[in-house]
């Protein structure tokens, strides 16, 4: 299932995993380089979330994207949203000024087949200079896609079906 607003994007996929397994996947900050489908993140420092308001560092490239030719760079994920086994959202903070304010987030529903994952990017927050730019969003429904793909396939590698 996809359902997209002019702001929001979320995609569905059941995973056969229990949601308590996916959750910790989804807390680690390796767990988000691991599953990203971007290629935009190289790797993470820091300790797994636990809270709102805990954070982590990741190093990103944004050449896979060939958009904008920032280098590598830092950013700090901001966790906003935390229920443990039913969601987890952040926020990113970078260099950029002024801060975006776009969310990312997973919702967790356990099911039949194991765990319904809901994966969704909200902009409808973010800063009017980044409306205004009309750049949103940067990430497709079809990476959201992707990255649910690659959160099963590691998810099942890692034996925690």
Known sequence: MTSETSERLEVQR?????????????????????????????????????????SFVVHMDREALNDY????????????????????????????RPQIGHVYGYKLEPCEEGTLV?????????DPVWKEAGIFPVISEGALRATLG????????????
């Not at 809901?118 to 973010?126: G, K, N, R, V």
């Not at 690659?150 to 079906?161: K, P, Q």
């Open 69 to 96: 030719p920032l280098g590598l760079y830092d950013v700090t994920v901001t966790i906003t949203t935390f229920v443990p086994d039913r969601e987890i959202a952040w926020t990113i903070l970078g260099q950029i």
């Open 14 to 54: 059941t995973i056969a995993a229990d949601a308590a397994k996916i959750f910790s996947m989804l807390c680690d900050p390796k767990g988000h380089v691991a599953i990203d489908s971007s290629g935009m993140l190289m790797d993470a420092t820091g300790e797994p979330v636990t809270a709102v308001g805990d």
């Open 118 to 126: 809901t994966s969704y990017y909200d902009w409808s927050s973010i």
């Open 150 to 161: 690659i959160l099963a396939r590691t998810v099942a590698r890692a034996g925690t079906n």
